[in-house]
């Protein structure tokens, strides 16, 4: 099965019936329904293939904190930003550039002569550090899917000058804090399905248990990701509340337990702040103290120590990000969005990356990402 | 980053295989797969790891759970034919 599988996961006979199951339930319920997707890719799915013109007038769907380069802090770029100024060869993955720390992004110190050279592959750090005898820093982001790639480069035995300044992050912790936000409308969640493959779909099931909304694990075809929304919906108008896996082909319910493994010997969960969120318990991946000799936070630790003190740009204090990665606002609902805050002269963080739902909209066209079809229309 | 992209593999050489995706070619680690993977199979590769193997009998299922979900609404909308909305109104 070669060509043709991808062809038949965008069906297009298949994705109208889709739409005309999502109408169906969605002219039943009478009402608006808010559900959150929690994957940069999602997004872009949903824009690529022009669905969110198609999705019926009272369907709200948001996306929540799903774009690594979004939630990593600012203090981490800060952190990473000072060890290249300090002359330290650092990698990371080409998004990270240009996220505006407190002050710079590493965009504005390579420009000034540091060392920041772009990751297509988490093995790229291994080779490049073993071309040299010089310190290396591995600045590691996202979640757990590049987690799993970091750990399993530490485990196989890594040259002694690379060092990881890890900023991954846990997505099961911050839907946790999402849901808990008491003015949310959210009422259920599409989860990532390449982040479930690792986890698992059962990492859901205490979530759902606690927040009574169902989860729905879906892909990123155009028919994946239709699937997922009618299973959500339907849960929702039924008021059901259960772990329902629409990506079979990726996802089992214990997941891939030898990359969780690889995981967990490498990093332990830590209370973390997620940029423009909130402080999210157990949302950050740290290095065990078992891997403290390529750990960059104890190897340059008298480095960040004296790091100094950044001032928050004035402009970042109106970005919205936060309030819409909690699903709370939507990219149009910021006065600085495609006026000041623009993909070449970003504010926030969700225009820096093309996992963030800011540049996603932008780049796709504000109308057809806003525009929802008049009640009635065909 | 967080860019998941599914290809076949064509070559394996003990914990690394060369992947074809759709064209393009890349190494890519197998530290990370939980089952054997051979020639011909797919896998789905973030960062340079592949993270898990697309069985054929995994594609099949996803082919059948489309169809069970569309079972209904497919009536009168036959295979190929053009989305409603294509026709002038």
Known sequence: ?378 | MCLGVPGQIVHVEGTTATVDFWGVRRRVALDLVDEEVTVGDYVLVHVGFAIRRIAPEDLAETLAFFEAMTSEDLEGLAPGAPPRDAEPS
């Open chain 1, 1 to 378: 099965v070669t060509a043709p599988a991808k062809l038949e996961f965008r069906d297009v006979a298949r994705g109208r019936a889709l739409q005309a199951r999502l109408d169906r339930a969605m002219a039943r319920a009478g009402r608006t329904v808010t559900v959150m997707h929690v994957c940069g890719s999602h997004e872009q799915a949903i824009a690529r293939y022009g669905l969110r013109a198609r999705f019926p007038s009272n369907l709200r769907v948001q996306m929540g904190p799903g774009c690594p380069v979004c939630v990593t802090d600012a203090p981490e770029i800060d952190a990473c930003v000072a060890l290249a100024e300090r002359g330290l060869h650092v990698l990371t993955y080409g998004d990270m550039l240009r996220v505006p720390g407190r002050e710079r992004s590493l965009e504005d110190a390579r420009a000034a002569g540091a060392r920041v050279d772009v990751l297509y592959a988490a093995t790229q750090a291994v080779e490049i550090a073993r071309a040299t005898p010089e310190p290396v820093v591995f600045f590691a982001t996202g979640f757990e899917t590049t987690a799993v790639a970091t750990a399993a480069i530490l485990l196989a035995d890594p040259p002694p000058n690379l060092f990881v300044l890890s900023a991954h992050k846990w997505v099961p912790s911050a839907m946790e804090v999402v849901a808990s936000v008491p003015d949310s409308k959210i009422e259920g969640y599409l989860a990532a399905g390449h982040a479930a493959t690792i986890t698992g779909y059962g990492v859901f099931e205490p979530f759902v248990a606690r927040h009574r909304r169902p989860v729905v694990v879906a892909g990123f075809e155009p028919l994946d990701l239709l699937s997922g929304l009618v299973l959500l919906v339907e849960q929702v108008l039924e008021a059901k509340a259960e772990v329902v896996n629409a990506f079979p082909r990726c996802v089992t319910r214990e997941g891939n337990r030898r990359a969780l493994d690889a995981l967990f010997r490498v990093f332990e969960t830590s209370d973390g702040e997620w940029r423009g969120i909130a402080r999210v318990p157990a949302g950050d991946l740290r290095l065990r103290p078992e891997l403290a000799a390529h750990d960059a936070t104890v190897r340059f630790a008298a480095e960040l120590a004296s790091t100094p003190a950044f001032t928050e740009r004035a402009s970042a204090s109106e970005c919205r990000c936060g309030r819409i990665m909690m699903g709370l606002e939507r990219p149009t609902d910021c006065r600085l969005f495609g006026k000041q805050c623009r993909p070449e002269a970003p504010v926030g963080a969700c225009m820096v990356s093309t996992e963030g739902v800011c540049r996603i909209w932008h780049e796709h066209g504000v109308d057809v990402a806003e525009r929802l079809p008049e009640e009635g229309s065909p």
